[in-house]
């Protein structure tokens, strides 16, 4: 009995000290992940950020209404973020009027078929925004037609864009009011930074409108 237990023991000890070749490799992604984070805190996101915040809060606390788009990861992003504001992030309070472009499939696919893909979120904003109202448009790439189409509608309607991308979308940058940009190329860790720039974003807006209480929300003003 005491020569099994002992046995037991030193495949246990023997498991614990080989690791696999798949915790290998989660550790070197998870390294290359952190490295990137450490780039983003050193970066001037936390400025953008701030400024990001600041501006949605006026737009808000006017009666205006945050709309988000993005493509594939992006779009789930932007679902992520228009969730913890039309929901809640950290406090109970009112919900805050935050809008996903990419939820009404019904709209996407006529808008799509009708007009061209290209055209799916500007048009929805054609129909829907008001001047004062915040676009945060989301690209990795910087490069998305459609969000593009998106950034040109809100500029023409009198909007403020918030811009989410990476290093290589300093174009796209440059069109928007406030950038905030993953100083990366590659796709996952550009991703990484625009969900931690987007929850601090959310955070900001939380304390900055609500603190531990339950301020009120202007109510949007109807077009005339």
């Not at 070749?21 to 983003?40: G, I, N, Q, Y």
């Amino acid at each position: 009995m005491a020569r099994t237990t002992a046995k037991k023991k030193a495949h246990r000890s023997t498991t614990r000290s080989t690791k696999s070749p798949f915790e290998k490799a989660a550790r070197v992604v998870l390294a290359d992940a952190a490295r990137s984070m450490r780039t983003l805190e050193r970066s001037r996101a936390a400025a953008a950020v701030g400024a990001a915040a600041e501006l949605a809060v006026a737009s808000m606390e006017s009666g205006g209404s945050i709309y988000f788009c993005g493509n594939g990861g992006s779009a789930a992003d932007a679902q992520h973020f228009a969730a913890e504001l039309s929901g809640r992030y950290l406090v109970n309070r009112p919900a805050l009027p935050a809008v996903a472009l990419s939820t009404n499939t019904s709209a996407l696919t006529a808008i799509g078929n009708d007009y061209g893909y290209k055209y799916v979120f500007s048009r929805q904003l054609e129909g829907v925004a008001m001047p004062g109202d915040v676009l945060v448009a989301i690209t990795t790439s910087g490069t998305s037609t459609n969000v593009l189409e998106a950034v040109k509608i809100a500029n023409r309607l009198g909007m403020a864009v918030v811009g989410m991308t990476g290093s290589k979308g300093r174009k796209f940058a440059a069109a928007c009011d406030i950038a905030l940009v993953t100083p990366s190329a590659s796709t996952p860790r550009i991703q990484e930074g625009h969900v931690v720039m987007g929850h601090a974003f959310c955070e900001l807006i939380e304390r900055a409108m609500f603190g531990a209480g339950t301020k009120k929300v202007a109510a949007r003003s109807r077009r005339g």
